[in-house]
């Protein structure tokens, strides 16, 4: 009786080892376990928050070069208070540039007015879909903008744009293949300034959501603030990680 016990013991261990047996040893993972924010880093996220930013990728500085563009023509078009006027422009880089785009947006401007029929700031509405290749990601995406443009008359210093840029699209990482998927991208300005006459930016702020879904690995959600420097950056916090960005090559660099 008591070797059988013993046998029925052995055949219990063995039973158990084989339950958790190793490969390579490491023990097999379930494919079905969700990756934190699906594998996309605050880096990845950065990336997609510059392109959404940069002039060479249709980001908010491109969009605010476009109108206050715009509002500095207004004396010499004597543009009517109230009457809408649109403009459609076709937007590509430069051959053999490192970062490539091609957009197409449809613009639509209205002069706003004061009591006394002076311009008092200029509304504008955007819509634009195309693609843009970084450094590290790609993407084709769509999406809008609702930019107002303050300091319209010719003793103010600055232009002041108050508004929102949207995006949505997909996207597609340059140094991990298996990160890829949809991703949109939701960026609210305050006060961003560009000094007369030359419509640098000088300065402002945002707040900046990003979000998306990577297939068989789940969703991913970043949010962050943005401070517009005068130096032709913008100071980006993600999450917690500070990142400079260059608005003019989309370039970051991580603190």
Same mark, same amino acid.
């Given at each position: ?32 376990? #969700? ?40 004396? &010499? ?11 459609? +422009? ?26 006394? &029929? ?8 955007? +819509? ?22 303050? *300091?319209?008359?010719?003793?103010? #210093? ?10 949505? *699209? ?26 007369? #006459? ?16 990577? #297939? ?13 420097? &005068? ?13 400079? +960005?260059?608005?003019?090559? *989309? ?5």
């Amino acid at each position: 009786m008591k070797n059988f016990k013993l046998s029925i013991m052995a055949m219990l261990l063995v039973g158990a080892a084989a339950c958790n047996k190793t490969y390579n040893g490491t023990t097999p993972k379930s494919n079905s376990a #969700p990756t934190a924010n699906a594998g996309v880093s605050t880096d990845d996220a950065a990336d997609m928050a510059s392109g959404s930013l940069s002039l060479n990728s249709n980001g908010v500085a491109n969009v605010a070069n476009d109108v206050t563009l715009n509002a500095a023509s207004v004396p &010499n078009t004597h543009q009517a208070c109230g009457i809408v006027k649109a403009d459609t +422009i076709s937007r590509q880089s430069a051959s053999g540039a490192s970062v490539t785009y091609s957009y197409n947006l449809t613009y639509s401007f209205m002069l706003l007015c004061d009591t006394s &029929n002076h311009p008092d700031s200029l509304s504008s509405s955007l +819509i634009y879909s195309g693609s843009y290749s970084g450094p590290n990601i790609s993407t084709t995406n769509s999406g809008s903008s609702i930019f107002t443009v303050g *300091g319209l008359l010719a003793s103010a #210093p600055d232009f002041i744009i108050n508004g929102e840029y949207k995006s949505a *699209g997909s996207f597609k990482s340059k140094t991990d293949t298996a990160k890829n998927g949809s991703n949109n991208i939701d960026i609210v300005v305050k006060g961003l300034t560009l000094k007369k #006459p030359g419509r640098a930016i000088v300065g402002g702020s945002a707040t900046i959501a990003i979000s998306g879904d990577v #297939p068989k690995k789940g969703n991913f959600s970043y949010t962050g603030t943005i401070v517009f420097n &005068n130096d032709g950056t913008a100071t980006l916090t993600l999450n917690g990680t500070v990142y400079t +960005i260059n608005l003019y090559t *989309g370039v970051k660099t991580r603190h």
